[in-house]
Structure formats: structure tokens, C-alpha cells
Nanobody
Framework: QVQLVESGGGLVQPGGSLRLSCAASGIILNIYRMGWYRQVPGKQRELVATITSGGTTNMAASVKGRFTIERDNAKNTVALQMNSVKPEDTAVYYC??????????WGQGTQVTVSS
């Protein structure tokens, strides 16, 4: 059974930092493109960042220069380092592992709230 479990969400002040982690089980991450997406109520889920098995990253324009995505294939984990957060970063953040349309897995999500 494939599981992606996110952790690290919470309340953070504007300008602060937060680190999200995603631990995978039931799959071997090194063949998957890993990603972080986010969603706010009433809006579509949007891409935040992805990283290929080879380490190539793709960042949304809104988070470039502030967020970084890292993967550790040996530990089967992927992380999202969020710096200089803004209120508009408030969302539920989801971890994704994608290889094919059949092998496409999501975590349950973790809430990030940016507020003073």
C-alpha cells in the first residue's frame, strides 16, 4: 500500500520559515517525480514545486527565490523549505509522487497558515 505522509505544517508569521516533509512508503521514490502542490478553498490545486529523479527542479513563479524543494532518495523523503512566507502562501499543501497516470499518488495534506 502506497502512503505519502506530510508533516511540518502549522502557523507561521509573515516573513518566517517553515519546512514541510513528506515520507513515502510502499514505493521507491527514486523513479518518481516528486512535487508539492497547494490548494485554498474555492480554488484549484496549484503546483508549488517539483523535482525529478535526477534533481531537476521546477518552481512556481510565486515562490521562486523563497522556497526550495529537496529529495532524499535513500530516506524516501521529499521536503519543501519555505522562507520569507507571505499570507498568500496560506493553503493546504499536498505531497505528490508521479511516475505515470496510474502511478500517481497524493498525501492527505498539511495546513500552512501565514498570519500575524
Amino acid at each position: 500500500q502506497v502512503q505519502l505522509v506530510e508533516s511540518g505544517g502549522g502557523l507561521v508569521q509573515p516573513g518566517g520559515s517553515l519546512r514541510l516533509s513528506c515520507a513515502a512508503s510502499g514505493i521507491i521514490l527514486n523513479i518518481y517525480r516528486m512535487g508539492w502542490y497547494r490548494q485554498v478553498p474555492g480554488k484549484q490545486r496549484e503546483l508549488v514545486a517539483t523535482i525529478t529523479s535526477g534533481g531537476t527542479t521546477n518552481m512556481a513563479a510565486s515562490v521562486k527565490g523563497r522556497f526550495t524543494i529537496e529529495r532524499d532518495n535513500a530516506k524516501n523523503t521529499v521536503a519543501l523549505q519555505m522562507n520569507s512566507v507571505k499570507p498568500e502562501d496560506t493553503a493546504v499543501y499536498y505531497c505528490n509522487a508521479f511516475a505515470t497516470s496510474i502511478n500517481d499518488y497524493w498525501g492527505q495534506g498539511t495546513q500552512v497558515t501565514v498570519s500575524s
